[in-house]
C-alpha cells in the first residue's frame, strides 16, 4: 500500500472529476495528441473519448446553445494568460488581443500555448468554434489557491470583467 501521506499528497494535487478525468483534457480538439495516462488519474487522464465526462459534455452543449463572443476560463496556478490554440489565425489573432486587454489590467503576462496542452475548452472553443478564448491561469503557488493569495488575486482580477467588455465593444 501507499503511506498515509502519499495518499494525501496525492488527494491534495487532485484536478480531476470523480471519475479520474481532468476535464481540462476532455474536449475533442487535439484530444489524440494526450498520450501520458490511459487510466483514472488525479490530473491529465483525457477520459476515454472526448466528451466522455458529463461536465465537459454540459459545457459544450451550454456553448453550442448560446452565440459567444469571447470564452474565459479561469485556472488557478501560473500567473500567465494563455491565448492560442491550433493555426487559426484570425481567431488566435482576436484571442490575442483579448489577452492584452485582460492582462494591461491585471498584470499576468501574456503566453502562446504553441501546441503544449490539448484538449481544453479553450483549445476546442479556438479551434471548433473560432471563438476568441483564454485561459487566465491566477495563483503564484500550488493548487488550490492559498488564502493569503485571495485578496491580491481580487485585486488583480476585478477589473477583468470590464476589460472585456470593452474589448468587445471595440469589435
Known amino acids: 500500500g501507499y503511506a498515509v501521506s502519499d495518499v494525501a499528497k496525492y488527494a491534495a494535487e487532485w484536478k480531476a472529476n470523480?471519475?479520474?478525468i481532468d476535464l481540462n483534457r476532455n474536449f475533442s480538439s487535439g484530444w489524440n495528441k494526450i498520450k501520458d495516462r490511459t487510466q483514472p488519474s488525479s490530473w491529465n487522464y483525457k477520459g476515454t473519448e472526448p466528451?466522455?465526462?458529463a461536465e465537459a459534455a454540459?459545457?459544450?452543449d451550454y456553448t453550442l446553445k448560446y452565440s459567444f463572443d469571447a470564452t474565459?476560463?479561469?485556472?488557478?496556478l501560473g500567473e500567465v494568460i494563455y491565448y492560442s490554440y491550433g493555426n487559426k489565425k484570425t481567431v488566435n489573432k482576436q484571442s490575442k488581443s483579448l489577452g492584452t486587454a485582460v492582462g494591461n489590467v491585471s498584470g499576468y503576462i501574456l503566453v502562446d500555448s504553441e501546441g503544449d496542452s490539448h484538449a481544453g475548452y479553450k483549445d476546442w472553443a479556438i479551434d471548433a468554434l473560432e471563438i476568441p478564448s483564454l485561459t487566465i491561469e491566477i495563483g503564484r503557488e500550488n493548487t488550490p489557491l492559498a488564502e493569503r493569495e485571495?485578496?491580491?488575486t481580487f485585486v488583480r482580477n476585478i477589473?477583468?470583467?470590464p476589460a472585456i467588455a470593452r474589448w468587445l465593444q471595440m469589435q
Open 150 to 152: 485571495i485578496y491580491s
Open 72 to 76: 474565459i476560463s479561469y485556472h488557478a
Open 18 to 20: 470523480a471519475m479520474g
Open 159 to 161: 477589473r477583468v470583467l
Open 58 to 60: 454540459a459545457l459544450r
Open 51 to 53: 466528451f466522455s465526462a
